[in-house]
């Protein structure tokens, strides 16, 4: 018996001190959550889990349950299991780990999320960080038909369906194959987040990182900081810290730099009771090195509020930069500093709201060579997360934002943009940001997307017949600048073909002697990945004889003895009617001729008639009747002997003499 009560009095010793170590869990994660250090809480809660469901279900924890002395001290309120299950997929979310976040939020859902109405939505919103859009597409539903409020949420899940439909669109886009994304090897990316490049000169990459600094102190090993390597290539070198001040806990990071190299603008930040405060400095070049950094005045950095992320314009004279300061349009927002000649800020203004919009736009990045402004924002259409987006346009004027879409955006995050490529292509040498490949945090990625030439071809025929015209010359016309960019000849099947950097408009002018010239104008197709464009036939109508010169029209045939045209006389009048269509300045004559067969007078008769059909049909295909003269010839214009020399009949000779023809009688 003394045996069982020992036994008994130790069991219930082990649960007791078992349950006062999961209810430590427990506060220890809630007090962690509420100081916003979600790695040490996410920890905490997943130890209180794994302690927790070895002895409860799915109802709630209660420490109070378990009656110990120990387990009577120093008790303060603490979330339940649903509770913890919740704060430790938002823990996992705010740090960027999907696939725990996801996982924690189904299981929040399991337990029965009634008293957390977002988990749902936040669920749908990393299964689709995941990639699993059929899933995601089910929540975000679910979540519309149980989320009654039309709020924010409601607003940004129907977008989120139009991502989901946009992405789909853009995993099967065809020109994927000139798309060239690598991630930066060791030791560019390392252990932690290494975002935020930017060109210090040709060669050298800045760039921000929270690497382990072995040499800043053991509380110090995650700050971010500023590093610099030498790239070749898309290849990066050795990567060394900048010479730059930085003291204690503050981070740095996100620089730019002016054009003439001497000043350094940067964001500082510091992290306290979760919240993230942050502020633009200067720095000015020193020997080698870089002065202590000093905070831009109020007229930037709006006291209470976040400024951050830095990009000095091209010209040296103005300032973007991300705020969350009033003024905006909701979020973080673009705004531009006019700076002085010591760089000193001077007036400030948003970017506007062609730009901007109620949700984040950060990280301005503006390209000189194609005139474009690039930046991330997290609420608009797109593939998820933050998103690069391209604006064309100049400080006071720019045009609807642009997603650039799959593979330079990822369903991840994706922030932070530098190019080296010229106008036509932005895309051409790219270092960018993103976590597509990462569990938590940022990454460095080397981007090169090639544009091919793009084609255009077509042919030339003569208008009458549709007959191919072989050596003709093509001018191809800049219609902006009115200049020839381009010439060759048409090839025996009357074709022409010749390669652009990107489709404009142009003019296409053909010439060859015998006819008159033709253009034709031609533009952007419909289909921005399409690389050939094949151009309508270009008409070239023969040109006008002389005045007077009497010109054959062959295979005009009437009825027997009749004035009445055949069908098949229809393809040569139409000749005409185009060559009187292309010179409208033109009149002319139309005779018919019969043999000598016959009285004078029926020959006569019989000719004007004929003359007449020959007019009326073209006044039927739109040419003006003051233009036409319907003319009988009768016999009298031979062209050729009726009979032979002998006397006998001549059948070729009457055939050529029954003829119908025009003249122009003026231009």
């Not at 036994?7 to 430590?24: E, P, S, W």
């Not at 997360?385 to 604006?391: A, K, L, V």
């Not at 399409?530 to 054959?552: D, F, R, S, T």
């Amino acid at each position: 018996m003394k045996k069982i009560i020992a036994t008994g009095i130790i069991a219930c010793c082990m649960l007791a001190a078992k349950a006062q170590f999961t209810y430590d869990y427990l506060r220890a994660a809630d007090n962690y959550y509420k100081k916003a250090d979600y790695f040490s809480a996410a920890r905490y809660y997943e130890k209180y889990l794994g302690a927790a469901d070895q002895k409860l279900k799915k109802d709630e924890y209660s420490p109070y349950s378990v009656p110990s002395s120990a387990a009577k001290k120093n008790h303060v309120p603490v979330s339940s299991r649903q509770q913890a299950l919740y704060r430790v997929a938002e823990s996992y979310r705010l740090l960027h780990d999907h696939t725990k976040a996801a996982t924690y939020y189904g299981k929040t859902l399991e337990a029965g999320a009634g008293e957390f109405p977002l988990a749902r939505y936040y669920y749908a919103v990393e299964l689709r960080a995941l990639a699993d859009y059929e899933q995601a597409e089910k929540e975000f539903n679910l979540f519309l038909d149980e989320h009654t409020t039309d709020d924010n949420y409601t607003e940004s899940a129907r977008k989120e369906l139009m991502s989901l439909r946009f992405i789909q669109t853009q995993l099967k886009k065809k020109d994927l194959k000139l798309y060239n994304v690598q991630k930066a090897a060791a030791p560019v990316n390392t252990e932690g987040a290494n975002y935020a490049p930017v060109w210090l000169n040709e060669n050298t990459l800045l760039f921000t990182s929270t690497r382990v600094d072995t040499t800043a102190g053991r509380k110090q090993s995650h700050i971010n900081r500023v590093y610099t390597t030498a790239v070749n290539e898309g290849l990066a070198g050795e990567v060394q810290p900048l010479p730059l001040p930085q003291a204690g806990s503050t981070h740095q990071g996100v620089v730019s730099v002016t054009p003439d190299g001497n000043t350094l603008f940067l964001t500082r930040w510091m992290i306290s009771s979760g919240k993230k405060v942050s502020g633009i400095y200067s720095s000015r070049k020193s020997g080698n090195g870089w002065s202590e950094p000093v905070l831009l005045d109020s007229l930037v950095n709006a006291a209470g509020y976040s400024t951050q992320q830095p990009f000095v314009m091209p010209d040296g004279k103005h300032l973007l930069y991300a705020s969350d300061r009033p003024g905006g349009f909701g979020g973080f927002d673009l705004w531009i500093a006019e700076l002085d000649e010591t760089g000193k800020p001077v007036h400030t203004a948003n970017l506007g709201d062609v730009i901007n919009s109620v949700a984040d736009e950060q990280a301005p990045y503006y390209h000189l060579p194609s005139s474009t402004l690039v930046f991330s924002a997290n609420g608009r259409v797109g593939m998820g997360g933050y998103d690069f987006f391209y604006s064309k346009g100049s400080l006071d004027k720019w045009t609807a934002p642009v997603n650039f879409g799959y593979p330079v955006n990822s369903v991840k995050d994706d922030i932070y943009f530098v190019s080296k490529g010229g106008a036509r292509n932005v895309l051409e040498d790219v270092w960018l940001s993103s976590d597509r490949e990462a569990t938590c945090c940022l990454e460095l990625f080397y981007l090169k997307k090639i544009l091919p030439k793009k084609q255009v071809s077509g042919t030339v025929v003569s208008c009458d017949d549709k007959t191919p015209l072989s050596g003709v010359t093509i001018h191809i016309m800049d219609t902006i600048q009115q200049k020839i960019v381009h010439t060759q000849t048409t090839t025996g099947d009357g074709a022409y073909s010749f390669m652009l950097d990107e489709f404009q408009p142009l003019k296409a002018v053909a010439s060859v002697s015998g006819y008159s010239n033709g253009s034709l104008p031609f533009y952007t197709p419909q289909d921005k990945e399409a690389e050939l464009l094949i151009n309508p036939a270009i008409c070239l109508v023969k040109e006008v004889p002389p005045v007077e010169e009497a010109v054959v029209l062959d295979n005009v045939y009437y009825d027997f003895d009749k004035a009445t045209l055949s069908a098949t006389s229809h393809a040569s009048l139409d000749k005409l009617v185009a060559l009187l269509t292309a010179h409208p300045e033109i009149s002319i004559e139309l005779s018919a001729h019969t043999d000598n067969k016959g009285s004078e007078s029926y020959n006569q008769r019989l000719s004007e008639a004929r003359a007449r059909a020959c007019v009326a049909y073209l006044i039927s295909k739109g040419i003006d009747k003051d233009r036409l003269q319907a003319k009988g010839y009768g016999s009298s214009q031979p062209i050729a002997p009726n009979t032979n020399e002998d006397g006998s009949d001549n059948p070729d000779g009457r055939q050529l003499n029954r003829r119908t023809q025009f003249k122009v009688l003026r231009e």
